[in-house]
């Protein structure tokens, strides 16, 4: 080959496309990679296989309705997106909920938060190569699920809030297997520091890799476990207490390192701290009707309400606009996820393949969040 | 009390005159050689079949699953109805691949571990091939597979069956250093290469056991880069499935995809095999010095039970490795082998020379 | 220099006590058998019981006159937002008093577009649906995920419009 030849081979980029099949970017998620041997020049996400216009179909439903589809963007912390938006349609027809709501609500949510943090674990193991980790992130979350089943009726889109309070009262032995969860995930959250975060391998794969500056976090608006890794405080449930969290002690989880370790142990904790706002609320859980008596269609005032809540992933909002009908003028979800994957980009620049996969389980996508 | 074990080498020389008094010598080679192929072939698709669903079972019990389950009893005849499938399966070969390695690569890893499983001594006596250096034999067939895998990576035409071929061919090169030099080792005890002979100078006690501390470091370094060496978990980085889907075997499908299959599973045994004999002592069973009566009912275990019980005993490990850690990225694949077993394996070398020269050894 | 060799092999022992580690919670669990939890679904069928408020299907509560208490109001077709239920009813001569009754004729559900957010049993002025706690809703044509769920012959249950 001549010289020509092969520098206008060395100049021409080798591009991979990761998914939208494929095992890690959990879903359908399409990542436009342009490599120089293994390590990445660029990250290129392109979005769009899972849309499914959610926000317009908020647009034709009823105030009522619309609480069911935020289950089906960041089916995660599902519980947090229905409280969004009960949360930003109470604000509109100005319906205070009683005491024992509240508190259900956070108590459901910080569940929520643990069972999404305990799925993350599995799989983030399991990108890394360490399958048996799945199996027990599973094992811990199937605790949780059976007493979202026993409460809400579903394991995974719960649509358990309504505006107004819950749609059902919990049923009687719900504090007990809250509280035997409790001490029996208590006992398998150290088996977690064991199996992966003191691993030699586990440290040396996330360790300095991925490493998301503070400035950047802001810029790109990385919130969650993401952006409290990188030393930006972001947690709404303490800025903007919302629900019960005004009423229990916590700690903002807060690391400066922003790489792939630091998101991991951010995660870790808040596990830690869930419990512990759990703990709190479960055996102070006020009488109270478990539900005010709403119209059956909910009409808002004309009017712009926004509501934002903290899930597993981060901030997120809904924003209302009303024309006084009985379904929004137009409404806008800001996901985390979506917010997040811009980042990605800068993280994962001059890293290798390999870390890309430990990135993208960090910074725990969802990608029907991401593509609504 | 002498102890005798059973010699297979009686049972062969009575088959060889047999079939010498029936025919003449070319023939009788021929004969030979297709009864030895023909039990070798029967074997690797029996160990095949059953390290398989070992494996899954393995995999289950340390996930608290339950594993297969439904085909024969406790899933035994799981494995069977999966080769089943992919016997019937349609052999797909993409549009733009290179037909001719795209087929032979398959061919090329398996008939490396086919070769290298005929040096391996399974009991007194039954070993096909007791090359004088056997040792040297088995480290350098078992590193053909990798061209195997390198011709899967290029002739698929997938960049990700490249990029995970590429790593198998840098992993496997680093590493064969690292089997060499940790067999080395105990060859520095041994001063023989023939398989039979090192077996032979267990008789007093196993060598992991004799040699003490240098064995026992060349033992985990045996384990170590054995492990990376059959492209098994936490060193699966040619497959690496999280990152490459598949990696080198992303194109295959039907029984090309299982001969691949087939073949890490059958490397997995040779490797334990020969650290099962060259550190374990092979098929002799277990003695310590003065324990006469101990002694005594160990050698009532006939040796090809301690042979397969010593090898299943290191499989189990390895699975054990792949079933708990993470998987590590090249570079630090690499930084292991160069900075970490190969510096420590060449001071352990000295030591056990050393050691060996002042007779500091049971 | 002799630092760097002794946090050289600090290094080697403390990372392999680490895997040690993590192969102890692995070991844990394969010596101990009983700890596992899958459990073999259709064997343990007779065994397994779904949560009252599981949420598996809309089912018409009959009794057994093969009465229901559905007036055909529609207040669960309006308040559903996939369009999974669709009620047809009729106007019937009562022949006792003589006037015309609205009754419902099909009570149609698709399964293939609900998302059991249980907003219909909500909406329900006479509790006639409910959630049923069937799960096992695999078939091989869609169409028959489509059902009607009044039972032939049945009839509104007395004393319910009142």
């Known amino acids: 080959m001549s010289t020509e030849v092969v520098n206008e081979i060395k100049e021409q980029e080798y591009f991979i496309n990761m998914g939208p099949q494929h095992p890690s970017t959990h879903g359908v998620l399409r990542l436009l990679l342009s490599l120089d041997g293994e390590i990445i020049k660029n990250v290129e ?9 959610i926000e317009k179909m908020c647009e034709k439903d009823t105030y009522k309705m619309i609480v069911h589809l935020t289950d089906r963007m960041d089916y995660l912390s599902c519980h947090m997106n229905n409280e969004a938006v009960c949360l930003a349609v109470e604000k509109g027809i100005e319906l205070e909920v009683s005491d024992r709501v509240k508190v259900i609500r956070t108590i459901m949510s910080e ?3 643990l069972s999404s943090h305990q799925l993350w674990w599995g799989v983030m193991g399991m990108d890394l190569g360490a399958i048996t980790s799945f199996l027990y992130g599973f094992r811990d979350r199937e605790m949780i699920i059976d007493i979202f089943e026993e409460t809400c009726g579903a394991r995974l889109t719960m649509n358990y809030n309504v505006p107004g309070g819950v749609m059902f009262d919990i049923p009687n032995n719900f504090q007990k297997r809250v509280k035997e969860f409790i001490i029996y995930f208590k006992k398998k959250l150290p088996e977690y520091d064991d199996l992966l975060s003191n691993n030699v391998i586990f440290k040396a794969r996330t360790e300095g890799v991925g490493i998301l500056s503070k400035e950047d976090a802001i810029s790109y608006g990385v919130t969650g476990p993401s952006g409290r890794a990188s030393g930006f405080s972001c ?20 690391y400066s390192e922003g790489d792939c370790f630091a998101r991991y142990k951010a995660r870790i904790d808040e596990m830690w701290e869930s419990m512990f706002i759990i703990e709190q609320l479960i055996d102070n859980i006020p009488e109270g009707s478990a539900r005010e008596t709403t119209r059956a269609v909910i009409k808002l005032p004309k009017g712009e309400f926004y509501q934002k809540v903290e899930t597993a992933r981060g901030e997120f909002g809904v924003y209302i606009i009303s024309d006084g009908k009985k379904s929004p003028y137009r409404l806008k979800f800001r996901s985390p996820g979506f917010s997040t994957l811009n980042a990605l980009n800068t993280m994962a620049k001059g890293s290798k393949i390999a870390d890309l996969v430990a990135i993208m389980s960090t910074i725990d996508l969802v990608i029907p969040d991401i593509d609504r | 009390m002498k102890f005798d074990i059973y010699d297979f080498s009686v049972l062969t020389k009575s088959i060889h005159e047999s079939l010498n008094s029936m025919m003449g010598e070319t023939a009788v080679m021929i004969s030979e050689m297709v009864i030895v192929g023909i039990i070798f072939l029967t074997l690797f698709a029996v160990l095949g079949l059953i390290l398989v669903y070992v494996e899954r079972k393995i995999c289950a019990f340390f996930q608290q699953r339950l594993g297969p389950m439904r085909v024969g009893f406790w899933g035994t005849a799981q494995t069977l109805a999966d080769l089943i499938k992919l016997l019937l399966k349609e052999p797909l070969i993409t549009k733009n691949a290179d037909k001719f390695l795209f087929n032979l690569a398959p061919f090329v890893l398996i008939i490396a571990s086919f070769m290298a499983m005929a040096a ?12 004088d250096i056997g040792v040297f034999y088995i480290t350098a067939i078992s590193s053909i597979g990798v061209v195997g895998v390198l011709l899967a990576g290029w002739a698929s035409n997938n960049k990700y069956s490249l990029i995970g071929a590429m790593r198998s061919g840098a992993q496997i090169i680093s590493y064969e250093l690292s089997v060499g030099l940790s067999l080395l080792t105990i060859i520095v005890l041994t001063g023989s290469l023939q398989f039979s002979e090192i077996i032979e100078s267990q008789r007093e006690g196993w060598w992991i056991f004799r040699g003490h501390i240098p ?24 497959e690496a499935e999280s990152e490459l889907t598949a990696g080198f075997h992303t194109e295959y499908s039907g029984m090309k995809f299982a001969f691949f299959f087939l073949a890490e599973f059958i490397n997995m045994f040779i490797v334990a095999a020969i650290g099962a004999t060259v550190f374990l002592g092979g098929w002799m069973p277990l003695h310590f010095g003065a324990l006469e009566s101990f002694n005594a009912i160990m050698d009532f275990i006939p040796p090809i039970f301690w042979f397969f019980g010593k090898t299943a005993f290191i499989i189990f490990l390895m699975m054990w490795f792949k079933w708990t850690f993470p998987r590590l990225r090249i570079d630090q694949l690499l930084t292991l082998e160069w900075k970490y077993l190969l510096p420590i394996n060449l001071i352990n070398i000295l030591v056990m020379a050393f050691f060996v020269l002042m007779g500091w050894y049971f | 220099m002799i630092k760097s060799i002794i946090k050289y092999i600090k290094e080697v022992l403390g990372g392999l006590k680490s895997l040690l580690k993590g192969m102890r919670v692995t070991g844990y669990y394969i010596s101990h058998p009983k700890e596992i939890i899958t459990q073999q679904y259709p064997e343990n069928k007779d065994t397994l019981k779904m949560f009252d408020r599981f949420r598996g299907e809309v089912i018409l509560l009959h009794d057994e006159n093969n009465e229901h208490r559905c007036t055909g109001c529609t207040a669960c077709e309006v308040a559903c937002p996939n369009g999974s239920i669709e009620i047809i009813s009729e106007r ?15 009570f149609i559900y698709h399964l293939s577009m609900c998302t059991m957010c ?17 799960f096992e809703h695999a078939v091989f044509d869609r169409s028959l995920l489509t059902s009607v769920l009044n039972r032939p012959g049945s009839k509104l249950a007395p004393g319910v419009e009142d």
């Open chain 1, 235 to 254: 947690d709404i449930r303490k800025q903007h207490p919302y629900s019960a969290y005004d009423r229990v002690d916590f700690k903002e989880i807060l």
């Open chain 2, 215 to 238: 064995a026992l470091i060349a033992f985990i370094i045996f384990l170590i880069a054995s492990t990376a060496e059959t492209n098994r978990g936490p060193f699966d980085l040619a």
């Open chain 1, 45 to 53: 996400p392109h979005l769009g296989y899972i849309h499914r216009s």
């Open chain 1, 111 to 113: 569940l929520t938060r």
């Open chain 3, 118 to 134: 249980n907003l219909c049993i909500e909406s329900c002025p006479t509790d006639a649906i409910k959630m049923g706690r069937n």
């Open chain 3, 92 to 106: 019937v001569l009562n022949p006792e008093t003589g006037k015309k009754k609205k009754e419902i004729d099909k």
């Open chain 2, 120 to 131: 391996i001594p399974f009991a007194k006596g039954l070993h096909a091939f007791d090359i």
